[in-house]
């Protein structure tokens, strides 16, 4: 049998491609939207040619729509509700590469995880913690206070026993002032510079340069006499030098000698090799080592507390009296030897618990604490702090910033005319912004890259990578 063509009903879908026709326009209005294939506005009907058209359409009609998301055409009734559900169900992807193998993650905490836990084949987990606790220590120095006063006192030893002067002599800094009363009391008057009473009588005074700028200057006798001095010539076979006579003509000022009889520094040194010229590029690593050798550590960007750190000086908690090695934290603990100030330090002084400040909450690792503080929508309000991107920085060692900004789909975000019911005129409205949290790969201020060692001979290890002399090298 020949197949039979349903006839077209009076109510046909508007959307292109679609046959589908109804008898009644209530059955239109269901079908176009409930097809999942059609991006319809009932309360406006009115057809999109895509779904981030219609949502757009809700976003910019508050008086039909009320507190619609751009993104996915949710409607809320309030700013809030709103901005929750974007922080929540549509976020904002992020690439954080690890700065020590390269790679990248798409959320922190795996990037804290891979670190902590010594995934990295570059960065070990102990290194890692060496990082977090050095930023402890620095916040509390930088807090002053009786940290900074003790931690001072142990490495001053150590500082005085530096010898920085480069050059001898005494230097007078406290001078006797002349109301203080031991000067008073000397008898001994000031020793005067002693003074000629024979002067010289100038024939004139010293003439005003004209207007033309003339390089025939008049001068007075005794600059005259002076000026024809001739301090190279010698006279012939006496070698006592003698001076021109006065009166002789001398040669006009607009052509006077040139040096080296006029001929250039190649003609006269033709064996001589060019002057180099000065290096151009600054370089940190120059400049901290020198700083270094001439003042000692900085604490601000060299761990010489942390056994595990190339730059490890424990003779800086020397202290001479006692004969021991003083603990560089606040714990008043001392030892005869290094090897068991190094073991105290490792052992006793890394973090095992990390906690929240703005909850109090504990947490066994700082991947955990991580995870709890990227939550946007939890309870805890701790990353809408002012200060977060410091205590982030502190608590993942400086491997990771933060900053808040807008998201990228809430950039353009024009000014519409929409009609107000209750006032019965049209009025600008601008949608809610919503913002997000972006963190970003950085380096520590006392990271020192480390360096890769070519091969390894017997051994080895079933991740691909070993550790020589607290250098980290790959397979």
């Not at 050095?134 to 509390?140: I, Q, R, S």
């Not at 006077?256 to 940190?284: D, H, M, N, V, Y």
Request: aromatic share 8%; glycine share 6%; hydrophobic share 30%.
């Amino acid at each position: 049998m020949p197949a039979t063509l349903e006839p077209i009903k009076a109510f046909k879908c508007t959307f292109a491609g679609c046959a589908a026709s109804f008898d009644m326009e209530k059955q239109l209005i269901s079908h176009k939207k409930n097809d999942d294939e059609h991006d319809y506005c009932s309360n406006c009907d009115l057809d999109f040619e895509s779904y981030e058209d219609l949502a757009r359409h809700k976003a910019f009609t508050p008086d039909k729509h009320g507190k619609a998301c751009r993104i996915c055409g949710e409607e809320f009734k309030s700013e809030s509700g709103l901005k929750r559900h974007t922080e929540l169900s549509h976020k904002v992807k992020q690439k954080l590469p690890c700065i020590g193998c390269g790679e990248a993650f798409p959320a922190p905490a795996l990037l804290i995880e891979h670190l902590e836990f010594g995934h990295c084949d570059v960065i070990s987990g102990q290194a890692f913690m060496g990082h977090v606790v050095h930023g402890h220590l620095v916040a509390k120095l930088l807090a002053g206070g009786e940290a900074h006063t003790r931690f001072m006192q142990k490495i001053s030893q150590y500082d005085a026993s530096l010898d920085q002067e480069e050059e001898g002599g005494v230097g007078i800094e406290n001078v006797l002032e002349d109301d203080h009363e031991d000067a008073k009391a000397v008898n001994h008057p000031a020793i005067q510079p002693e003074c000629s009473k024979d002067e010289v009588a100038h024939a004139e005074s010293w003439p005003a340069l004209s207007a033309q700028g003339s390089t025939a200057i008049r001068s007075s006798t005794v600059t005259s006499a002076m000026g024809r001095m001739s301090l190279g010539s010698l006279d012939a076979g006496s070698g006592i030098h003698t001076m021109q006579n006065p009166t002789a003509p001398t040669q006009n000022s607009r052509h006077q000698a040139k040096a080296w009889g006029g001929r250039s520094a190649k003609e006269l040194f033709p064996q001589a090799k060019p002057t180099p010229a000065p290096e151009k590029e600054f370089s940190i690593e120059a400049v901290d080592e020198k700083m270094e050798h001439d003042h000692g550590g900085n604490i601000f960007n060299t761990r010489f507390w942390d056994p595990l750190a190339k730059e490890w000086d424990p003779k800086r908690f020397y202290n001479g009296m006692i004969e021991k090695y003083f603990c560089p934290f606040m714990c008043e603990q001392c030892f005869v030897d290094t090897a068991e100030l190094r073991d105290h330090i490792v052992v006793d002084h890394r973090l095992s618990r990390a906690k929240c400040p703005y909850c109090l909450k504990y947490f066994d690792s700082i991947t955990a604490l991580m995870c709890h503080c990227q939550s946007r929508g939890s309870k805890c309000q701790v990353n809408k702090a002012d200060d977060f991107g410091k205590f982030l920085n502190r608590l993942t060692g400086g491997f990771l910033s933060v900053q808040e900004k807008i998201r990228p789909d809430f950039i353009q975000n024009e000014t519409v005319m929409v009609y107000n019911s209750e006032a019965r005129e049209m009025e600008k409205y601008t949608p809610p912004t919503v913002k997000y949290l972006e963190y970003t790969s950085s380096k520590p201020m006392d990271w020192r890259k480390p360096t890769k060692v070519a091969a390894q001979i017997g051994g080895g290890s079933t991740s691909g990578s070993f550790n020589y002399k607290n250098q980290q090298a790959r397979w």
